[in-house]
């Protein structure tokens, strides 16, 4: 609802509001609407978005309960036990539940804050840089001339990061693949990039699911594939496990920055968090105490726990940075996991390749609007043909995509949702005693943390790597 003032312009909205019209120095301005009448949360009580929104494929709370999983559970969690050797046993469970915390409170602010603005701006819906974005225009007068360069530092960040994941995405199926086929049919002497390009039709194929209700059981094979696998390597961490007393229960808390760097890099998956939130049914459902963000978190730090618990165990600091890599590979089993792995990473690829296929069509759709249907897949088929090439061009780019992510994942994934949160409330105050202030100070200096040791860790990763090929 717009309403119309007509005179010399009022001096709020000079800085922000677009002019109509303009004759004989009298302008008509388009007025954002009345002040919110709801004191408490700032929205307008009398639209409700959730009964507003058409999606024309909504995914149910179990749909978005299994893509949630298998966000989170991706490969990072195979470097758990390597996780633990930092922090010990009993350090290690209480940081896993730590940092699994601040990750999912992050992912909750960032849907709260959502559902604030889409009252306030009479929305159904918006992605992660729209949030921002709103957040900002809608925000103090300070923060709306950063509103654009919100936006496209989200989509910019984002695209990136999802693009470079999925082309190491090709990598690591194709490694796991061609381990197996070179110790069961001994060939040594295929180039890795064969392996890589012959990934390129099926992943064409798998791109072109047209949304995340048909990609549901795509993340439940995926999950199926890496449970089994899970499940397997449990079987060989607890074959002849060591006395629990042999391992350190706490280290020293200067080893605790990489310990967070890996936990959180393995559970961050803030790029799929509204993309799932705008394809529910029911999208009030995903926060709250039992909402769909909490069981999945919830479940996914658990498996998280145990098997860097156990990994620990059974390796102590031998845990290689994926702990199917300690699995003997002449054993059957330990073939079957790497297989399983490189199955789960691959039906995995369409939900990480979504976050890339969504800002990459809004940015392009309003230029085709003829055939818009068949656009959309000439560019899936391009995007993913890019990060196939990407990774047959550099198979190595694993440390490079680290680093990225490392930047990232710690400033979009938890520091941005905190300043989104801080300007969204900003006229309705922090709390008593200003706590949403303090506890926004921890998890900035947590993301700090994140961003240097993660950043630091790739960038080894990058010299080490150069230094084998000289």
Avoid at 150 to 157: C, E, S, T
Avoid at 195 to 202: D, S
Wanted: aromatic share 12%.
């Amino acid at each position: 609802m717009v309403n119309e003032y007509t005179g010399p312009p009022p001096q709020e909205l000079e800085t922000f509001l677009p002019k109509d019209q303009q004759k004989n120095g009298i302008s008509t301005y388009k007025v954002a609407p009345a002040a919110p009448s709801d004191a408490e949360n700032g929205t307008l009580p009398d639209f409700d978005p959730f009964k507003e929104r058409r999606v024309d494929h909504p995914t149910t709370d179990m749909d978005t309960l299994t893509h949630l999983l298998k966000a989170s559970l991706g490969t990072g969690i195979l470097a758990m036990p390597m996780a633990f050797s930092y922090a010990g046993l009993i350090t290690g469970i209480f940081a896993t539940i730590l940092t699994a915390l601040i990750c999912t409170h992050c992912a909750y602010v960032l849907v709260k804050c959502a559902h604030t603005l889409y009252r306030r701006t009479r929305k159904t819906s918006m992605n992660f840089s729209e949030v921002a974005e709103n957040a900002f225009v809608n925000g103090p007068r300070w923060s709306r001339p950063w509103a654009q360069f919100m936006k496209k530092f989200i989509n910019y960040g984002l695209f990136v990061t999802y693009f470079g994941t999925c082309s190491v995405y090709t990598v690591i199926i194709a490694a796991n693949i061609r381990e197996v086929i070179e110790h069961v049919f001994d060939i040594h002497d295929q180039d890795e990039r064969v392996y890589i390009a012959l990934l390129l039709i099926p992943l064409i194929l798998l791109s072109w699911v047209p949304n995340l209700k048909y990609l549901a059981p795509f993340s439940t094979v995926a999950n199926l594939f890496m449970g089994v696998g899970l499940l397997i390597t449990l079987y060989y961490l607890t074959t002849d496990m060591p006395d629990i007393n042999s391992r350190p229960l706490h280290t020293s808390l200067l080893k605790l920055p990489p310990f967070f760097g890996i936990v959180i890099f393995a559970m961050e998956a803030i790029g799929v968090v509204m993309p799932l939130e705008n394809s529910m049914k029911t999208p009030q459902h995903f926060i709250g105490i039992c909402g769909v963000l909490n069981q999945g978190m919830a479940g996914v730090t658990l498996v998280y726990i145990l098997l860097g618990f156990i990994g620990f165990v059974k390796y102590g600091d031998d845990a290689k940075g994926s702990i199917t890599l300690n699995l003997p590979i002449e054993e059957l089993k330990a073939q079957i996991v790497r297989i399983l792995i490189a199955l789960a990473v691959f039906c995995t690829f369409g939900l990480q390749f979504y976050v890339c296929l969504e800002i990459g069509w809004e940015g392009i759709k309003n230029k085709f609007t003829k055939r818009p249907v068949l656009v959309n897949y000439v560019m899936r088929t391009v995007l993913v043909t890019s990060a196939v090439l990407l990774a047959v061009a550099v198979p190595t780019i694993g440390p490079f995509v680290g680093l990225l992510g490392a930047f990232c994942f710690s400033i979009l994934g938890l520091l941005v949702p905190i300043v989104i949160e801080m300007v969204t409330y900003w006229d309705q105050g922090f709390g008593k005693y200003y706590w949403i202030i303090w506890k926004n100070i921890f998890i900035t200096f947590f993301g700090i943390i994140a961003l240097y040791f993660g950043s630091k860790s790739s960038i080894e990763d990058i010299v080490a790597l150069y230094r084998q090929t000289e």
